[in-house]
């Protein structure tokens, strides 16, 4: 039997030094989904510099802005942040928590279940609403099957995933108003914390960032159709992904890797070259709102998914499409 409708909805982001373009999303979609639900909606902004990410949050849609910059959020993320949340819950007395999917979401959504009591739905790709509650969706059998879940009762912790709740319509502004939460985070020396920070070195925007991302597998046949990818990535302001196949054959690093065992992206065009498309890999990109495969193998399965395919070999046709992109830009 459904329970009780949800009235405040929390979102949490990570917003040190701006708001990312993942921030803006994650909040626009949790605040289509209050506008939905009729519900009030808070986003904590964590991290040194958040004080200046409220207009962002607010013209994606957030009333409310809590922020925290304490020095502890750098140092001891983890447990530093578990803390800020569990006190924007206090102050918000939300009681339906959106956790981004990532690795810290990933660490803070069972523990901040079990200190609230509340149900607990990871790993959320989408949701509907029915009697005031989120119906949640979350991909199982790697990618082959669609669970849904509620939480039937009480306060509920969703973690989800890039692209989750995402809709074609953006909600209209929110108010913005920034309010500071006002929680010292002593750093406590049992804590484990960040020991060196190592950023991977990439040209063009980062693959939770990219509006369009080029993507390789082992049909490419080699590292150098790495290098053609990035020809087109470049022209299209994008990033490179790769399947586990070409990873595995060390074409490309672990870090381009989409899918069960990768990343989760989900930008606007994702193009998928010499992929198959085994459910691990449609995993990671089938938030996508497009996704366009290039395979030599008509009876490819990603061209049951993709919104455009083209059958024939990727080195005939990625650099003509490459040159048509350019010639298109600098018209
Ligand atoms: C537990 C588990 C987790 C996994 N996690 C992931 C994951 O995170 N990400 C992931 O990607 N995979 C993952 N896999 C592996 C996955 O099952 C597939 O094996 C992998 O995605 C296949 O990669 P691929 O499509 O590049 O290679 P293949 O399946 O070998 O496909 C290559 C494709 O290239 C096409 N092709 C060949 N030559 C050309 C050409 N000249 N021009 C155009 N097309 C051409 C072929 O027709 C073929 O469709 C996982 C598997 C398991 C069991």
Redesign the pocket.
């Known amino acids: 039997m459904a329970g009780a409708p949800l009235h405040k909805i929390l979102t949490v982001v990570w917003a040190a030094g701006g708001a990312s373009a993942a921030a803006r999303e994650r909040t626009q979609a949790a605040a289509q989904l209050a506008a939905d639900m009729k519900a009030e909606f808070a986003v904590l902004a964590l991290g040194l510099g958040t004080g200046t990410v409220a207009p962002a949050l607010a013209v994606a849609g957030a009333n409310e802005i809590l922020v925290s910059e304490e020095e502890a959020l750098q140092v001891a993320p983890g447990e530093a942040g578990l803390r800020a949340i569990e006190r924007a819950c206090e102050l918000t007395g939300a009681d339906l928590v959106l956790l981004p999917a990532d690795s810290l979401g990933r660490d803070w959504a069972p523990r901040l279940a079990y200190r609230l009591g509340a149900g607990l739905v990871t790993e959320v790709t989408d949701w509907s609403l029915a009697a005031g509650r989120p119906i949640f969706e979350r991909l199982v059998f790697?990618g082959k099957a669609i669970a849904t879940m509620v939480v039937a009762e009480g306060r509920a912790v969703a973690a989800t995933r890039p692209g989750a709740g995402r809709r074609d319509a953006p909600p209209p502004s929110g108010r913005g108003e920034v309010r500071a939460l006002g929680l010292p985070i002593p750093l406590d020396p049992l804590w484990p914390r960040v020991v060196r920070r190592q950023s991977e070195e990439r040209e063009g925007p980062g693959l939770d960032e990219a509006r369009v991302i080029v993507s390789g597998?082992?049909?490419l046949?080699g590292p150098e159709g790495f290098a053609r990818l990035g020809d087109l990535a470049a022209a299209l302001g994008g990033a490179l992904g790769a399947?586990?196949?070409?990873v595995d054959e060390g074409w490309a690093p672990a870090t381009w890797?989409?899918?069960?065992?990768?990343k989760t992206v989900a930008p606007e065009l994702y193009i998928a070259?010499?992929?198959?498309?085994?459910s691990?890999?449609l995993v990671?990109c089938s938030k996508a709102k497009t996704i366009v495969a290039?395979?030599?193998?008509p009876d490819?399965p990603i061209f049951d998914y993709a919104r455009f395919g083209v059958v024939g070999?990727?080195?005939v046709i990625v650099p003509a499409l490459t040159a048509a992109v350019k010639e298109m830009r600098d018209r």
């Open positions: 790697g597998g082992r049909g046949g399947s586990r196949a070409a890797q989409i899918g069960q065992t990768g070259v010499g992929i198959s498309g085994a691990q890999h990671g290039i395979n030599s193998d490819a070999d990727w080195r």
